[in-house]
């Protein structure tokens, strides 16, 4: 089956460590995103990346790097200097050909103490 | 900057009822897409439907569909026949541009009444 995959669900880290969220998909889609969701807010974009070793910084990307070294896979590292990772990090993927609606991993849950 | 306002924090329906959740967008753009998904307690987004913006015609799938008034941009989602399974966060989105430009609303929350 085609799709979207985070790991692992629930992630926990200490402060200060970088800790490095998966997602990978198998739609052959060429752009990838990755957003940030907060208890009760809405998406905020972190970064996103239209082709293999090219991306661009979303609205919130300080604290934040990503790489695109295949098209399947667009890992997102927190740094330490991210002042509040703890949130729910949901990964997403979009193709030329299907009118631009993204779709969506399950999300990780990131808690960090 | 192209903007996604949702009015509606919360809304109710009776089960078996219809709804519909508000959206207006602000956009300087005369070809886009407009979207809504839906994001129930498991957090996993799900596409619920999507409108081009050069079509006229309102889509439709299955118990939703819109009413997409480009000239008021305004695009609102209409679900008849609520079902308990509806109850979940309802958000709005925007695309122009390829890979760029993909604005979400601050979502309604939804929930169903038996």
């Known amino acids: 089956d085609g799709g979207i995959t985070q790991s692992p669900k629930y992630l926990f880290r200490k402060e200060g460590q970088n800790v490095t969220l998966s997602c990978e998909q198998n739609?052959?889609?060429?752009?990838m995103y990755w957003y940030r969701q907060d208890p009760g807010q809405g998406l905020r974009l972190i970064y996103y990346s239209q082709i293999v070793n090219d991306f661009q910084k979303g609205d919130i990307a300080e604290g934040y790097s990503v790489s695109r070294e295949k098209k399947e896979s667009f890992p997102l590292t927190v740094t330490s200097a991210q002042k509040n990772p703890t949130a729910f990090y949901l990964c997403?993927?979009?193709?030329?050909?299907?009118?631009?609606?993204?779709?969506f991993g399950p999300g990780t849950r990131l808690t960090v103490t | 900057a192209q903007t996604v306002t949702q009015s509606q924090p919360e809304m109710s329906v009776q089960e078996a009822e219809t709804v519909t959740l508000s959206c207006t967008y602000d956009?300087?753009?005369?070809?886009?897409?407009l979207f809504w998904y839906k994001q129930p307690p498991s957090r996993q987004m799900i596409l619920v439907i999507r409108?081009?913006?050069?079509?006229?015609q309102n889509a439709t799938e299955n118990r939703f569909s819109v009413n997409f008034q480009k000239a008021a941009k305004s695009f609102s989602l209409k679900i008849s026949d609520s079902q308990l399974g509806d109850a979940a966060m309802y958000f709005c989105a925007y695309s122009h541009n390829y890979g760029q430009n993909f604005v979400f609303g601050p979502g309604t929350r939804l929930s169903v009444l038996p």
């Open positions: 409108q081009e913006a050069y079509k006229q």
């Open positions: 739609l052959n889609h060429d752009a």
């Open positions: 956009t300087s753009e005369s070809d886009y897409y």
């Open positions: 997403a993927s979009s193709a030329r050909a299907t009118g631009y609606e993204q779709y």
